[in-house]
Nanobody, 122 residues
Framework: QVQLVESGGGLVQAGGSLRLSCAAS????????VAWFRQAPGKERTFVGA????????FYADSANVRFTISRDNAKNTVYLQMNSLRPEDTAVYYC???????????????WGQGTQVTVSS
C-alpha cells in the first residue's frame, strides 16, 4: 500500500510559478513510478509527466516538456512538479499517482492523491 499526499497548489498570476509536492509513504521501490495528472473543469484528466522512484528516468507530455519539471527528493520521499510560465489554461486540479507498471499505462495507476487546485489568473 502506498499513500500519496499533494500540496502546494494555489492562485497565481499568468507568467508565475508554483511548485507542487507529492509526499509518498508506504511500499515504494526503485521501479515505482510517480506521475502527475491534471483535470481542468469539464475536461478529462490528462497526463503531465512522470518520474521513476530512482529518479533516473523522467517522462513528459508534449504540453509540459518545456515549462514543467519533475524531480524527487530521496530523503523526503517526495516528488515535485515545478511549473513555470503558468498560463490560465493550466488551471486544473493536479493529482499525483503511483504505479508499479509502465508510466504510459494511464489507466493502470493504482494509487492516487487527493488532488491540489491550481488556479492561474489572467
Amino acid at each position: 500500500q502506498v499513500q500519496l499526499v499533494e500540496s502546494g497548489g494555489g492562485l497565481v498570476q499568468a507568467g508565475g510559478s508554483l511548485r507542487l509536492s507529492c509526499a509518498a509513504s508506504g511500499r515504494t521501490s526503485s521501479g515505482y513510478v510517480v506521475a502527475w495528472f491534471r483535470q481542468a473543469p469539464g475536461k478529462e484528466r490528462t497526463f503531465v509527466g512522470a518520474i521513476t522512484w530512482s529518479g533516473r528516468s523522467k517522462f513528459y507530455a508534449d504540453s509540459a516538456n518545456v515549462r514543467f519539471t519533475i524531480s524527487r527528493d530521496n530523503a523526503k520521499n517526495t516528488v515535485y512538479l515545478q511549473m513555470n510560465s503558468l498560463r490560465p489554461e493550466d488551471t486544473a486540479v493536479y493529482y499525483c499517482a503511483g504505479t508499479t507498471g509502465d508510466y504510459s499505462d494511464y489507466e493502470g495507476y493504482e494509487y492516487w492523491g487527493q488532488g491540489t487546485q491550481v488556479t492561474v489568473s489572467s
